[in-house]
């Protein structure tokens, strides 16, 4: 961003401003991978797991960023899955491979990651990352330093991944007219192959490093959707450069119901300002609603996961991903050229999304957002309020917008303005009079128990107790009788007779010849 751009950033966006200064001025990265400290973990001092963390961070820097956060050896292991997956992807891409070759690749590409020494050199010379797999050794050898468990969900991931990719490139290569999805339904199906796979690896992966609880690994309609949401707003953000590049992932099934014979046909009514210009937008229109169709799900995702680092790692991009639809809806320049936030707007979001309940207000205010540019004459403007308005129920469920927690205080607060805080209120008052009468009901009960007994209860005196005290007379007769006869003893000596008793003898302990003595 250059110096221009950051005064018009300041006057016409204020607080991406102060986001961004922010960001620049305090933000440090919570680990660093190079470090020696961290070798354990990152595996940086070997040599072929360095170079993987460059291709990490030159495939994308900012997707680097946020693996290089991660917790302990999580960040080695999605570092290494990310790279897998992208020499995949590479290889599918390439449109300079005939399908001869590329098939035999990529429905064997799983074996190769336990193939030492595997490279592949054959990509076409301008393809982005050619390089990794031509040096795709160092990825292999570091496959084989990885925990058994994690080695094997990303095999088995990669092995499930390729074979959707082969089926769509050998159709694409063998179709005898231009290759389009026709369907929502493939089009869901070619999501779930490249991004919903995805998702359920990464689950799977934070539980086999127990970052996350085990049962998270079990969660594929949630995982699923996280991935749909992500694939689908590229897909739709990309729509001119993809066109210009001759790949079509826009179902038919949607821009063919508003008239159109071809994708490019769509950019032509935009750049030609043609009447059916306005068919165009409601076809984008439709393409944002399949996509806002999955933000329930992530939301639902996101508060299941418990670890910090995680939560950033999947957080930051679903938040990316409502934010660029927003920018993306009824916006003419999707049929011209790329389209992407603004920089300041993404690094605010970067900072915001810490936890699940400001994640869920974005969601809300970008889906708010989006309702309001929508026009009441587009055919998908009822189902696009409903999708804005199940997003907004969930938010209000989980978190509702006018109860406050203040953390000095430990308190919670309501927000009178609200008619809702009356319903509380009132649902307290009368929670506080159910307790009150069942108190006085209860006391009431208690002072008549007392009065009047119960003729359900045995009232005589057990016989145990009739023994008991029996027994302890007896033994106070019989210790009493002990102490008289030791004072006896003690007083008149061993020959004490009970005639004795009356006597003046006391302090006449010594008897000579029968007599009794005086002292």
Not at 9 to 30: C, D, I, M, N, S
Not at 221 to 227: A, D, E, I
């Amino acid at each position: 961003m250059g110096k221009l751009q950051q005064l018009q950033l300041l006057f016409t966006h204020p607080t991406e401003f102060v986001a961004l200064a922010q960001y620049w001025l305090y933000h440090e990265p919570k680990r660093d991978i190079t470090s020696p400290q961290e070798f354990k973990t990152s595996g940086y001092d070997r040599e072929s797991m360095k170079r993987c963390w460059f291709f990490l961070e030159k495939t994308s820097r900012s997707f680097a960023a946020v693996i290089k956060e991660l917790d302990g050896d999580l960040a080695r292991v999605i570092c290494l899955f990310y790279l897998v997956l992208r020499g995949l992807d590479t290889i599918e891409d390439d449109m300079t491979l005939s399908d001869e070759i590329k098939q035999p690749i990529l429905r064997t590409f799983h074996q190769k990651l336990s193939l030492e020494g595997w490279t592949f050199d054959g990509c076409g010379p301008y393809e982005k990352d050619r390089q990794l797999l031509v040096e795709f050794d160092n990825v292999i050898t570091e496959m084989g330093h990885l925990d058994p468990l994690c080695r094997e969900v990303i095999t088995d991931i990669t092995h499930k991944m390729e074979t959707g990719m082969a089926d769509f490139a050998h159709r694409a290569a063998t179709s005898k007219t231009i290759p389009y999805l026709s369907t929502i339904t493939e089009y869901d199906l070619y999501c779930h192959y490249v991004a919903g796979l995805v998702g359920e690896g990464l689950s799977r992966l934070f539980a086999a490093t127990e970052k996350e609880r085990p049962w998270i690994a079990d969660q594929l309609v949630l995982s699923n959707s996280m991935g749909l949401l992500l694939q689908k707003t590229n897909i739709l953000r990309d729509f001119r450069e993809d066109v210009d590049e001759r790949r079509y992932f826009w179902p038919q099934e949607i821009w063919g119901s508003y008239g159109f014979k071809r994708p490019e046909d769509l950019c032509l009514a935009v750049e030609k300002q043609t009447v059916d210009e306005q068919k165009a937008m409601w076809a984008l229109s439709h393409m944002t609603l399949n996509a806002l169709s999955h933000c329930v799900d992530a939301l639902d995702y996101l508060v299941l996961l418990k670890n910090q680092s995680v939560f950033n790692f999947c957080a930051i991009p679903a938040v990316m991903a409502i934010a660029t639809l927003e920018v993306c809806f009824m916006n003419r320049d999707i049929f011209l050229k790329n389209v992407k936030i603004r920089k300041g707007e993404a690094v605010k979001l970067i900072m915001q999304a810490t936890n699940p309940m400001t994640v869920a207000y974005r969601f809300r205010d970008y889906a708010r957002a989006i309702h309001r540019k929508a026009s009441p004459s587009d055919p998908n403007f009822l189902a696009l309020a409903v999708m804005c308005g199940k997003i907004e129920a969930w938010v209000e469920h989980h978190y509702p917008t006018f109860v406050t927690f203040t953390k000095e205080s430990k308190t919670i607060e309501y927000n009178t303005e609200d008619p809702r805080s009356l319903i509380i209120k009132r649902d307290h008052e009368l929670e506080k009079e159910k307790v009150r009468r069942e108190r006085g009901a209860n006391l009431q009960k208690g002072e008549l128990e007392r009065l009047v007994p119960d003729r359900h209860v045995d009232q005589s005196i057990p016989w145990q107790l009739y023994v008991f005290v029996l027994g302890a007379f007896a033994f106070l007769l019989v210790f009493t009788g002990m102490v008289v006869l030791v004072s006896l003893w003690y007083f008149y000596g061993d020959d004490w007779t009970w005639k004795d008793l009356g006597t003046q003898s006391i302090g006449l302990g010594i008897q000579r010849d029968g007599n009794v003595v005086r002292q």
